[in-house]
């Protein structure tokens, strides 16, 4: 199957647990219909707005380092063929292939939605992640700012913030994001998963180039934002020959600690990214599924928390042991910045504080 220009899925293979059934050749019109029309014409984004009634969602998993979440926009032009928020988008009645990408959804009343729930009496503050779902710096947010119309309320708050991205966009709100390091307020992760652009270009098509992300570490780190780099995921066969060259890169750059999780492949994404394989490395294809298949208990996914972030077995091991070497050369950490969230203060109503 030819890949489709600029975008991460080659397919909109169609999620089959939420009456979505994958479309079988029938001999109808739609079979023929590249022949008679030509090729199909370049897809483009759409983006539609979305009304939810809370923008905080929370979690307690064991294996995440947070427990409440802002995601400003569903799917992610990005389109990295391993995202695992690609399931997500059936809950749309969407495709988590090329739709996950092309279709997406802003929730422009999130702000307003924060600032009322930040103002709930009974509200308790504890550090909000955003970019734990889908990338809330990819492209659309320079027309929506979605996501620093949330952080100028959470500095206005004094109220701690986790920022994970693969964009160099990020720099935009440097001005918000420095005053907030001052107090201890927050920490930025940067996603960097290679630095080889031709694997880039198809592993994570709309993503900014590495370079820019190396370049959005240094600024940050000057500004006094601690940041935190993330190789992740690894991909045996693909990107794991990078481990070496590529954590010194994120050192020097004056990142304060690094880590990786290995590839994950929950439901959708698993038969998603074996196309990949099969369109663009269709010489190790069956190499790169056996390698995590055997991190993964012999299946492509390995859902139980505390094994699905780190993988098992002698694959998992080597790789785990060749970048603790990698950071520990490099000087770097694998703990996180502690933020504080003594110092909140809720947002000033239409009826101000007495004191």
Same mark, same amino acid.
């Not at 409440?68 to 690609?86: D, F, K, L, M, T």
């Not at 119309?149 to 709100?173: G, N, Y």
């Not at 481990?243 to 959708?268: C, K, Q, Y």
């Given at each position: 199957?030819?890949?489709?220009?600029?975008?991460?899925?080659?397919?909109?293979?169609?999620?089959?647990? #939420?009456?979505?059934?994958?479309?079988?050749?029938?001999?109808?019109?739609? %079979?023929?219909?590249?022949?008679?029309?030509?090729?199909?014409?370049? =897809?483009?984004?759409?983006?539609?707005?979305?009304?939810?009634?809370?923008?905080?969602?929370?979690?307690?998993?064991?294996?995440?380092g947070f427990s409440q979440s802002?995601?400003?926009?569903?799917?992610?032009?990005?389109?990295?063929?391993?995202?695992?928020?690609?399931?997500?988008?059936?809950?749309?009645?969407?495709?988590?292939?090329?739709?996950?990408?092309?279709?997406?959804? +802003?929730?422009?009343?999130?702000?307003?939605?924060?600032?009322?729930?930040?103002?709930?009496?009974?509200?308790?503050?504890?550090?909000?992640?955003?970019?734990?779902?889908? %990338?809330?710096?990819?492209?659309?947010?320079?027309?929506?700012?979605?996501?620093?119309?949330?952080?100028?309320?959470?500095?206005?708050?004094?109220?701690? &913030?986790?920022?994970?991205?693969?964009?160099?966009?990020?720099?935009?709100?440097?001005?918000? =994001?420095?005053?907030?390091?001052?107090?201890?307020?927050?920490?930025?992760?940067?996603?960097?998963?290679?630095?080889?652009?031709?694997?880039?270009?198809?592993?994570?098509?709309?993503?900014?180039?590495?370079?820019?992300?190396?370049?959005?570490?240094?600024?940050? +780190?000057?500004?006094?934002?601690?940041?935190?780099?993330?190789?992740?995921?690894?991909?045996?066969?693909?990107? %794991?020959?990078?481990?070496?060259?590529?954590?010194?890169?994120?050192?020097?750059?004056?990142?304060?600690?690094?880590? #990786?999780?290995?590839?994950?492949?929950?439901?959708?994404?698993?038969?998603?990214?074996?196309?990949?394989?099969?369109?663009?490395?269709? %010489?190790?294809?069956?190499?790169?599924?056996?390698?995590?298949?055997?991190?993964?208990?012999?299946?492509?996914?390995?859902?139980?928390?505390?094994?699905?972030?780190?993988?098992?077995?002698?694959?998992?091991?080597?790789?785990?042991?060749?970048?603790?070497?990698?950071?520990?050369?490099?000087?770097?950490?694998?703990?996180r910045v502690t933020l504080r969230?003594?110092?909140?203060?809720?947002?000033?109503?239409?009826? &101000?504080?007495?004191?």
């Amino acid at each position: 199957m030819p890949p489709t220009h600029g975008r991460g899925a080659p397919t909109n293979q169609f999620s089959t647990r #939420f009456n979505l059934p994958s479309r079988q050749a029938d001999g109808d019109w739609l %079979d023929a219909m590249e022949g008679i029309d030509g090729p199909t014409p370049r =897809l483009r984004t759409t983006v539609r707005q979305l009304t939810p009634r809370t923008i905080i969602s929370r979690n307690a998993s064991p294996d995440i380092g947070f427990s409440q979440s802002i995601n400003a926009y569903a799917g992610c032009e990005h389109g990295c063929i391993y995202c695992y928020a690609r399931p997500s988008h059936a809950w749309h009645d969407l495709s988590p292939g090329l739709d996950f990408e092309t279709r997406l959804f +802003a929730k422009p009343d999130a702000p307003a939605l924060l600032r009322a729930e930040l103002a709930h009496p009974r509200y308790i503050p504890a550090p909000i992640a955003m970019g734990t779902n889908t %990338d809330p710096y990819q492209p659309i947010e320079r027309e929506w700012g979605i996501t620093r119309a949330c952080i100028a309320i959470l500095a206005e708050c004094r109220h701690p &913030l986790m920022i994970t991205t693969k964009s160099d966009r990020v720099l935009r709100d440097i001005d918000l =994001l420095a005053d907030m390091a001052q107090d201890g307020l927050v920490a930025v992760g940067i996603s960097v998963t290679s630095l080889d652009p031709k694997v880039i270009r198809t592993l994570e098509p709309r993503a900014p180039h590495p370079d820019k992300r190396i370049a959005a570490i240094a600024r940050l +780190a000057d500004a006094g934002v601690p940041v935190h780099a993330c190789m992740s995921p690894i991909i045996p066969a693909i990107t %794991d020959h990078e481990i070496e060259t590529l954590v010194p890169r994120i050192a020097a750059a004056g990142a304060r600690g690094v880590s #990786f999780i290995p590839i994950r492949l929950p439901n959708e994404v698993a038969p998603l990214f074996r196309q990949w394989l099969d369109v663009h490395y269709p %010489d190790r294809a069956d190499k790169v599924m056996a390698i995590i298949r055997s991190m993964r208990g012999g299946r492509d996914n390995d859902p139980r928390f505390g094994d699905r972030m780190r993988g098992q077995g002698v694959w998992a091991d080597l790789i785990r042991s060749r970048f603790a070497i990698a950071r520990r050369r490099a000087g770097l950490s694998a703990d996180r910045v502690t933020l504080r969230s003594d110092l909140f203060r809720p947002p000033q109503g239409p009826q &101000l504080s007495l004191f």
